[in-house]
Structures are given as C-alpha cells and as structure tokens.
T-cell receptor, first 110, second 114 residues
Framework: GENVEQHPSTLSVQEGDSAVIKCTYSDSASNYFPWYKQELGKGPQLIIDIRSNVGEKKDQRIAVTLNKTAKHFSLHITETQPEDSAVYFCAASTGNQFYFGTGTSLTVIP | DAGVIQSPRHEVTEMGQEVTLRCKPISGHDYLFWYRQTMMRGLELLIYFNNNVPIDDSGMPEDRFSAKMPNASFSTLKIQPSEPRDSAVYFC????????????FGSGTRLTVV
C-alpha cells in the first residue's frame, strides 16, 4: 500500500515568518493530496488540496506544491500568525482511502 | 449541514466493559471511515463503508472491535471487552464519491479505559 512520510515532526517559527512542511509518498498511482489542520481537541479540518494534474495551488497565505516525478509535496504557510499553531497532516490517495503522514506540530511564537 | 456528528465526546470506562461509539455522517455522503488517533501511531484507518457496506476492515486491531452501519445516517464502533491500550481518540469521517473535497471529520470521541 501507500506510504506517506512527513517532516519535520515539530516546527517553531516566529510570527510573520514562513513555515514549510514536506511529505513524500511511494505509490505513483496516488492522484489526490489533501492537507489537514488539527487544533487541540478537534478533528482534522481540510485546509487545501491538490490533484496530480496540477503543480501548485494557492489560497491566501497557504500554498501547496506537488512534484510527481520526485513523489513529494509540500505545504507553505506565509506570514504565519499565532492561530496557525496546530498539527498539520498531509495525505495521499489513489481513490477513496487516504494514507496520512504522521503530522507536524507547528508553533508560531508571537 | 451540521457536519459529521460523533457521540459521546468523552468516554471513561473500566477495563472489560463494552464501549459503543456513534457517528452520524453528512447527509448524502456515501463513504464513512473510522480512524483511531494515538501519539505513537498517528491516524490509523480501522474500517470504511461504502453505501453502508463494509469495504475494508483490515485495520481493525482484533476481534474485540466491530463496526456496523445499519443505514446511511448512522454507524457504530464497538469494543468488547475494552482494554487500557484501546485508549485513544476515535474519529469518524465521511465523504462523497467524486466530490471535490476530501474527508470531513467529526470532532472525535476521546476514550479512556482504566
């Protein structure tokens, strides 16, 4: 099956700086890559996603890039704010089942 | 829509007791997933259903775990008998095949077995 690796496991940045989280996947058939944000005591929430026919997607301060050849994709958060502090999960999917990374705990220091 | 609804939010039970977790998916969604989240293992898929039919239960840890989906608006995950190592947060998620978005997760049930 698919194997998704996510780095780093923890990340601290100063408010206003950028944060980058990277994931790799193993199954070249994976064609959908969502990112989830999980705040304390809540379920993961979809924040952005990208499909394999697109190299980059942006939504305000959040962007995701995909390199199909290298089988890796990244989440970029610019101008970070304290409310961005959370655990972020990447996932890869070939169909209906998602394979999740192990999560990155992001702390934005005011 | 109220989203995916899970109950209870918190459950504390004694080892050996039966535990039942409940989930109401988003109306119209045809896939339902049960996940378990722990610090050590992250998000683990336990089982998923399509149109109320279990498709893949290979993630169910052992026979003590069972899941049902009697209709499109309700699913249960049962643990009998419960053990301390079952302590985790259990999430239910649903999605619509062919829909533009990924899973929608519920708020989870935090299970503590003492």
């Amino acid at each position: 099956g698919e194997n998704v690796e996510q780095h780093p496991s923890t990340l601290s940045v100063q408010e206003g700086d950028s944060a980058v989280i990277k994931c790799t996947y193993s199954d070249s058939a994976s064609n959908y890559f969502p990112w989830y944000k999980q705040e304390l005591g809540k379920g993961p929430q979809l924040i952005i996603d990208i499909r394999s026919n697109v190299g980059e997607k942006k939504d305000q301060r959040i962007a995701v890039t995909l390199n199909k050849t290298a089988k890796h994709f990244s989440l970029h958060i610019t101008e970070t704010q304290p409310e961005d502090s959370a655990v972020y999960f990447c996932a890869a999917s070939t169909g209906n089942q998602f394979y999740f990374g192990t999560g990155t705990s992001l702390t934005v220091i005011p | 829509d109220a989203g995916v609804i899970q109950s209870p939010r918190h459950e504390v039970t004694e080892m050996g007791q039966e535990v039942t977790l409940r989930c109401k998916p988003i109306s119209g969604h045809d896939y339902l997933f049960w996940y378990r989240q722990t610090m050590m293992r992250g998000l683990e898929l336990l089982i998923y259903f399509n149109n109320n039919v279990p498709i893949d239960d290979s993630g169910m840890p052992e026979d003590r775990f069972s899941a049902k989906m009697p209709n499109a608006s309700f699913s249960t995950l049962k643990i009998q008998p419960s053990e301390p190592r079952d302590s985790a947060v259990y999430f239910c998620a649903s999605r619509l095949q062919g829909g533009p978005y990924g899973y929608t997760f519920g708020s989870g049930t935090r299970l503590t077995v003492v």
